[in-house]
C-alpha cells in the first residue's frame, strides 16, 4: 500500500472545505486581477444601477493580461464554458434569480458536475440577496473567486527532485493521451536537465511501443521496451534495474488503456506495482492517472477505480484545447482533492502546462462579454 497517496488527498479535501466558496468571507472581486479583459469590457458596457454604489474602480486597471495568461486563454476559449458564459452575461446583464439559474445549467452543462455547480450557485445567491453585489462585474468577480477556490487545493507541482531515480507510472483508459503526455513529459524534463528514461509497458496494442520510441526519438530520451505481448510488470523491472544502473533521474513507464471490467489488464496494474517495490518500496513515487477532458463526469468513476487499483496521486487532464467542457477539472478537484499535476492544451511536445489555478480559470472565462 502506498503511504502517501492516502494522505495527500485527505489533506487537499480538508484544504478545499477551507476554500469552500460557500463559507469564504472575501469581500466580491478580491483577488481579481484589475487586467482582467472579462471585467474591464464588462465595467464598459453594463452600467452600475443607480441606487447602488458603483464598485468599480478596484477592477479597472489599464494594463494588458501577461502573455502566459493570455496563452491559457487562447487555448481554452472554445470551450462550452467560455462561450456559453460570455453569450450569458449579454443576454441577461440584470442581476436577479434568473441570471443565477441559467448559470447554474451553465456549469453543469459544462461538466462541473451537479453538486459543485449547485453549491457554486447558491453561495452567489445568498450573496445577491444580501446585496453584496451593486452589478454584473462584480458577480463575475465573485464567481471568478469561487471557481479558482475550488481549484487552488489542488495545485501542486510534482516534484521530481530528492528521488533516484524518481519513479512515475501513467495510467488511464485507453486513448486519453497517456504516451503523449509521457512524450511532453520527457520533453519537460529533459529540458530542465534531468536524465530521463522511458519504459514501454504497454505491451497490449502493436503500436504502443513504436508510438513511445518515436517520442523517444524525438526528445532523445532512450526508451526501454520488451517484444510485443511481453509482460509488462517485468518491462516495467527491467527498466527501473537499467534506469538505476545508468543514474537516470526520472524514469516514466507507460502502460495500456484498460477498463475497470477488464479485470485482468487491472490485475496487471497491481503487479506492475508490487514488482516495482521489490526494487525500491517507494516506487512508484508518483501514479499519473490521464484523463481525457472531454470525458464528462464519467472521469469521476475511472478515478475511483483506477485509485483503488493503483493509489492514483495526480492527475493529468487533457484535450482541454479545442471545444472540451472544461468543467471536469473542477468536479475533480471537488470530488477527490488529488492534486491535478498537469493540463495538455494540444498534442506537440510544449503543450503540456503545469496545473495553475487562477491560470485556467482566467482562460475559461469568456476574454469579453460581447463575443461569448
Ligand atoms: N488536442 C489534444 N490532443 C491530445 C492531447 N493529448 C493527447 N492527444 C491526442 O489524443 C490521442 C490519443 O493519445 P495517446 O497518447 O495515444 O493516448 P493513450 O492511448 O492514452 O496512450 C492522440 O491523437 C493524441 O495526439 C491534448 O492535450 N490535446
Ligand atoms: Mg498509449
Redo the contacts with the bound molecule.
Keep these: 500500500m502506498l503511504k502517501f497517496w492516502k494522505k495527500k488527498p485527505a489533506a487537499a479535501q480538508a484544504a478545499a472545505k477551507q476554500a469552500n466558496p460557500a463559507t469564504a468571507e472575501a469581500p466580491a472581486g478580491a483577488g481579481v486581477p484589475e487586467s482582467h479583459p472579462l471585467l474591464r469590457e464588462a465595467l464598459a458596457e453594463i452600467p452600475s444601477p443607480a441606487d447602488t454604489q458603483p464598485q468599480t474602480e478596484r477592477f479597472v486597471a489599464p494594463t494588458a493580461a501577461a502573455p502566459a495568461r493570455r496563452s491559457w486563454r487562447e487555448r481554452l476559449s472554445a470551450s462550452a464554458f467560455s462561450r456559453n458564459l460570455g453569450a450569458l452575461f449579454v443576454r441577461h446583464p440584470k442581476l436577479d434569480d434568473d441570471l443565477l439559474d441559467e448559470l447554474e445549467t451553465i456549469l453543469i452543462t459544462a461538466d462541473v458536475g451537479v453538486e459543485a455547480s449547485t453549491e457554486l450557485v447558491e453561495a452567489l445567491r445568498k450573496r445577491m440577496h444580501k446585496r453584496e453585489f451593486a452589478d454584473a462585474p462584480a458577480l463575475l468577480a465573485a464567481l471568478r473567486q469561487a471557481l479558482v477556490s475550488l481549484l487552488e487545493p489542488v495545485q501542486q507541482s510534482l516534484q521530481v527532485e530528492g528521488r533516484k531515480p524518481f519513479v512515475t507510472l501513467v495510467v488511464?483508459i485507453?486513448?486519453?493521451?497517456?504516451?503523449?503526455?509521457i512524450g511532453k513529459l520527457a520533453r519537460r524534463w529533459r529540458d530542465e536537465g534531468h536524465a530521463v528514461m522511458l519504459a514501454a509497458g504497454?505491451t497490449f496494442r502493436a503500436a504502443?511501443v513504436e508510438?513511445l520510441k518515436a517520442w523517444g526519438e524525438r526528445n532523445q530520451v532512450p526508451v526501454i521496451s520488451q517484444g510485443q505481448d511481453a509482460d509488462a510488470a517485468s518491462v516495467i523491472f527491467d527498466a527501473l534495474q537499467t534506469a538505476r544502473s545508468r543514474g537516470i533521474d526520472i524514469l516514466i513507464a507507460?502502460t495500456a488503456?484498460r477498463l475497470h471490467t477488464q479485470g485482468g489488464l487491472m490485475d496487471e496494474l497491481g503487479k506492475i506495482v508490487r514488482v516495482l517495490k521489490k526494487l525500491d518500496p517507494d516506487a512508484p513515487h508518483e501514479v499519473l492517472m490521464?484523463i481525457d477532458g472531454t470525458t464528462g463526469q464519467n472521469a469521476i468513476s475511472q478515478v475511483r477505480q483506477f485509485r483503488q487499483i493503483a493509489g492514483v496521486t495526480g492527475l493529468v487532464v487533457?484535450?482541454?484545447?479545442?471545444t472540451a467542457k472544461g468543467g471536469v477539472v473542477f468536479a475533480l478537484a471537488r470530488e477527490f482533492g488529488l492534486p491535478i499535476r498537469f493540463v495538455?492544451?494540444?498534442?506537440t511536445a510544449t503543450?503540456l502546462r503545469s496545473f495553475e489555478a487562477a491560470a485556467f480559470v482566467d482562460g475559461l472565462l469568456p476574454e469579453s462579454v460581447g463575443r461569448g
Aim: aromatic share 0%.
Design positions: 488511464g485507453n486513448g486519453v493521451g497517456k504516451t503523449t503526455t504497454d504502443a508510438q507507460d488503456g490521464v487533457t484535450k482541454l484545447d479545442g495538455g492544451l494540444g498534442e503543450d
